[in-house]
């Protein structure tokens, strides 16, 4: 007599596996989040701090008193 698996389980029961676009969803977001967000460990991070802020620091804005330029 045939063993079937999981137990209980009759004639009707197949082992294709039928598609899921939640599940292909899933494995798409997280090979996107793989390519775009490295792991970094926290020491690296903090080791690393200064240079990081010093180069998302936005510049330094060239700016003209607005007295200037009501007088011109």
Do not use: Y
């Amino acid at each position: 007599m045939p063993r079937h698996f999981p137990p209980g389980v009759g004639d009707g029961w197949s082992k294709i596996r039928h598609r899921s676009f939640w599940r292909e969803g899933e494995v798409l977001l997280e090979m996107i989040k793989a390519a775009t967000w490295p792991p970094l460990s926290i020491e690296s991070c903090l080791g690393n701090w200064p240079a990081f802020q010093r180069d998302l620091a936005e510049g330094r804005r060239k700016r003209t008193p607005r007295i200037k330029d009501l007088l011109s």
